[in-house]
C-alpha cells in the first residue's frame, strides 16, 4: 500500500542530544513537509522541500534541521539547541501543483525528554 | 496574513445528534479549504476539501461548503456516531506549489452513546 510511514512512534530524548526522525514516502510525491503540534493546539511548519536537495524554512526552524538526499525520504533532526522539544511531530507529502494540491499526513512520532 | 479560527471545543454531543463545527478564516488571495480529522494517538487523515467559491465538499456523511462571501467552510454531520470522536483541524492553504497549511487549533469532539 501506498502512504507515508515515520518512525520511531515513540523516541526519548536526552538533554544536550541530537535525535533523528524518519519520514518514508511511497507516493512518488514530490513535496515533504515536517509540523509539530502542540497538545491543544494546531499544526505549526518547521521546514519543507519542493525537490530533493532543496529545502525551505518554515515558521518555527529554530533548533531543527533537515536534509533531502532522495525523493522519498526526509528526516527531521531535533538539535540540541531546541530548547523544549517535547511534541508530537507529523510529516507530510504532497503531489501536483494548484488549488488541487493535497498534503497527506504520516502517522507521526511523539518526542519526549528525560 | 492568513489564519483560521475554529469554534472552541470540546464539543460533547449524544449519538444520532446533528454536528456543526464553526470554521472562519482570514486570508489573502483565493485559499483552498480543507477538514482534517485526528484520532487519539494518531496523525491527520484528510477528511474533505474545497478549492473554490460556492464548492461543497463531503465524505463519510460530513459535508462543508466554501462560503466567500462570509468567509466560512463550517463542518456539518447529520447524524454523529460514536467513531466520530477526534480532534477536527480546518485548515487553508494560499498560492500553488508547496504551501504550508495554515492550521486552526482543532476542536475536539466526543459523541457519548
Known amino acids: 500500500d501506498g502512504g507515508i510511514t515515520q518512525s520511531p512512534k515513540y523516541l526519548f530524548r536526552k538533554e544536550g542530544q541530537n535525535v533523528t526522525l524518519s519520514c518514508e514516502q511511497n507516493?512518488?510525491?514530490?513535496?515533504m513537509y515536517w509540523y509539530r503540534q502542540d497538545p491543544g493546539q494546531g499544526l505549526r511548519l518547521i521546514y519543507y522541500s519542493q525537490i530533493v536537495n532543496d529545502f525551505q524554512k518554515g515558521d518555527i526552524a529554530e533548533g531543527y534541521s533537515v536534509s533531502r538526499e532522495k525523493k522519498e525520504s526526509f528526516p527531521l533532526t531535533v538539535t540540541s539547541a531546541q530548547k523544549n522539544p517535547t511534541a508530537f511531530y507529523l510529516c507530510?507529502?504532497?503531489?501536483?501543483?494548484?488549488?488541487?494540491?493535497?498534503?497527506?499526513f504520516g502517522p507521526g512520532t511523539r518526542l519526549l525528554v528525560l | 496574513g492568513n489564519s483560521v479560527t475554529q469554534m472552541e471545543g470540546p464539543v460533547t454531543l449524544s449519538e444520532e445528534a446533528f454536528l456543526t463545527i464553526n470554521c472562519t478564516y482570514t486570508a489573502t488571495g483565493y485559499p483552498s479549504l480543507f477538514w482534517y480529522v485526528q484520532y487519539p494517538g494518531e496523525g491527520l487523515q484528510l477528511l474533505l476539501k474545497a478549492t473554490k467559491a460556492d464548492d461543497k465538499g463531503s465524505n463519510k456523511g460530513f459535508e462543508a461548503t466554501y462560503r466567500k462571501e462570509t468567509t466560512s467552510f463550517h463542518l456539518e454531520k447529520g447524524s454523529v456516531q460514536v467513531s466520530d470522536s477526534a480532534v477536527y483541524f480546518c485548515?487553508?492553504?494560499?498560492?500553488?506549489?508547496?504551501?504550508?497549511?495554515?492550521f486552526g487549533q482543532g476542536t475536539r469532539l466526543t459523541i457519548n452513546p
Open positions: 507516493l512518488n510525491h514530490d513535496a
Open positions: 485548515a487553508l492553504r494560499v498560492g500553488q506549489g508547496a504551501q504550508k497549511l495554515v
Open positions: 507530510a507529502s504532497s503531489a501536483g501543483r494548484g488549488p488541487q494540491e493535497t498534503q497527506y
